[in-house]
């Protein structure tokens, strides 16, 4: 930045594999670069080129003054592995789709990182104050965050004009605000992981879509847009070679798609680059799109996207009703992997997909009260009134809810996301009085039991919660997921904890995961998947531990119950 008492200079290229002697020799006779005037050559294909500038100014004696530099990239157009389409980053709205824009780039950066800074240190200063609140907590919290920009990340605009655009056709006939707000906020993915390459996996997204809901919620919003479209979609001409040697569909109609695509395919366009499974038969996935629904629905007030996304709701309930096969108000898993634990068999009624139906039956309850759907209340009232009474009959043991009602030896493990369906809940403010769903001493006698069994019992309390235990209090083994601590669902479980009065453990929890992950295992900004107890990790850079910002929002609803917010003093 040029300014008074501030001498600027550059040159435009020199050769960066040498020793740079025509920089410093440069600089050496004036403190100065040459500055030639105008652009530097076109480089050849293959050579390597750089370029410097240089600032200088005097200092008086017991003084300070400050050199200000921006450094700007300006690739405005994206194209993904199959090169059927250009995309334009969101920024081009604002400077353009030339790629001319870094001086103007760097110029705008410069006249406004001060208010940039202010801002958000006023975002941060009440949480970095908090005395209340550990510093590991304040570390994980914000540089979780890194994933957002880091996660393989794309924000497009969407054209006006594309013909092209399944999607968008699909959702401009049956979700009249689609185009508006897809238009205005642009299309918004993110990976799974930067080794699993597929994007807005759903039923990781699940728990990691809080930030977003928090912190850029219309980011969601123009997301769940596009998941409402898909479910819409069908491509039953196109066929896939799943691992198992088997043939699916690519998308069958009227369920929530694993993913958007491969960005070495055309995401958006060619959905479900996921292999493993056929995921049109997993039973999370509908269920976490009605969840998010009603979760962004209660934090945005939107009624338009409410409104909008209801008879999505009802499509892909009906769906998921089809696995309620003896008709008692609880869907049954079909035994193998059909949910986001892709390798962990789950087989009837599940402690899991039983949570998840029964919130998501709560919320369309809930959802056809605020919309007036009479009919839609009833029906979702008697199904929620009978799938209680299934769940708790089939599932509940006394102590904790078992894993599944198979005829497995894991089937009464102590599964560490046994609560997720009442962590929906309870992050909706609902899941108490008129709207319990599980009693509330059953929901704190399975967290204790999962706080004494999976955290404490597990590597000395240290490394967070494994996600099985045996109710001898070894780790269940079962599987290879079984056995491995994934760092997002423990922020979850630390989320529902907090939601249920147990702060303490809730900080507990999860500081074992930060202390793993950040100090222990060294893969600060690159927070795994998963790791087992001996030094074991999966997947590095990965989607879920962004649920850390359901943390978050479950201290703040403490807020309004203050006998219960004890959170922990400490280092």
Not at 263 to 290: C, G, M, R, S
Request: charged fraction near 20%.
């Amino acid at each position: 930045r040029e300014r008074p008492g501030v001498c600027v200079s550059h040159c435009t290229q020199f050769d960066p594999t040498g020793l740079g002697q025509e920089v410093w020799k440069d600089l050496l006779e004036d403190g100065r670069l040459n500055s030639a005037p105008g652009p530097s050559p076109s480089t050849a294909k293959g050579k390597k080129t750089a370029a410097a500038v240089a600032a200088g100014c005097s200092v008086p004696p017991r003084s300070r003054e400050t050199l200000e530099f921006c450094l700007s990239w300006d690739m405005p157009n994206i194209r993904f592995g199959a090169g059927q389409r250009e995309h334009h980053r969101r920024y081009t709205r604002f400077f353009g789709c030339q790629g001319d824009a870094a001086p103007a780039l760097c110029h705008y950066g410069l006249t406004h990182f001060v208010g940039w800074e202010q801002k958000i240190e006023a975002w941060q200063e009440p949480i970095l104050q908090n005395g209340d609140l550990p510093a590991w907590y304040k570390s994980a919290l914000f540089n979780e965050l890194y994933f957002m920009a880091d996660g393989g990340t794309v924000w497009v605009e969407v054209s006006a004009a594309d013909d092209d655009d399944n999607l968008m056709r699909r959702g401009c006939k049956d979700l009249p605000g689609m185009k508006d707000v897809l238009q205005e906020y642009g299309r918004f993915a993110y990976l799974e992981g930067q080794e699993y390459r597929m994007y807005n996996t759903y039923d990781v997204h699940f728990y990691a879509s809080f930030a977003l809901i928090m912190l850029w919620p219309q980011l969601e919003i123009s997301l769940q847009y596009d998941m409402a479209a898909s479910v819409l979609q069908e491509d039953p001409e196109l066929r896939k070679y799943l691992m198992s040697g088997t043939v699916a569909p690519v998308k069958s109609r009227s369920v929530v798609p694993h993913d958007v695509g491969d960005p070495d395919d055309e995401p958006w366009q060619k959905l479900n680059a996921y292999l493993i499974h056929d995921t049109a038969n997993w039973k999370d996935l509908n269920l976490k799109f009605v969840l998010q629904v009603y979760r962004d629905y209660h934090i945005t007030k939107d009624t338009t996207y409410l409104r909008d996304m209801w008879s999505v709701c009802q499509t892909v309930m009906e769906t998921s009703l089809k696995f309620d096969e003896d008709g008692d108000g609880l869907i049954e898993n079909s035994g193998f992997a059909d949910q986001t634990y892709d390798d962990w068999v789950m087989t009837g009624p599940s402690s899991y997909c039983g949570g998840l139906w029964l919130a998501a039956v709560c919320m369309m309850c809930k959802m056809a009260e605020v919309l007036g759907d009479g009919a839609a209340q009833e029906k979702f009232t008697d199904i929620l009134h009978r799938g209680k009474a299934a769940f708790e009959k089939l599932l509940w043991n006394g102590k904790y809810y078992n894993f599944d009602c198979g005829d497995q030896p894991y089937s009464n493990s102590v599964m560490v996301d046994q609560c997720a369906g009442n962590w929906f809940l309870r992050a909706c403010g609902l899941g108490a009085g008129e709207s319990e769903v599980f009693p509330k001493d059953h929901v704190v006698s399975a967290l204790r039991t999962i706080f004494e069994l999976n955290v404490k019992q597990f590597a000395d309390g240290q490394m967070g919660a494994v996600n099985g235990m045996r109710p001898d209090g070894t780790t269940d083994t079962s599987s290879v997921q079984s056995d491995e601590v994934w760092i997002g669902v423990v922020y979850g479980l630390a989320a529902t904890m907090i939601h249920e009065g147990l702060v303490q453990e809730g900080f507990a929890t999860a500081e074992g995961c930060y202390r793993t992950v950040w100090e222990r295992l060294g893969m600060s900004f690159q927070t795994p998947e998963a790791y087992c107890e001996k030094q074991v990790f999966r997947s590095l850079a990965y989607m879920r531990p962004l649920s850390i910002w359901a943390m978050q929002l479950a201290l703040g609803n403490l807020q309004s119950a203050p006998e219960q917010s004890n959170c922990p003093k400490g280092k």
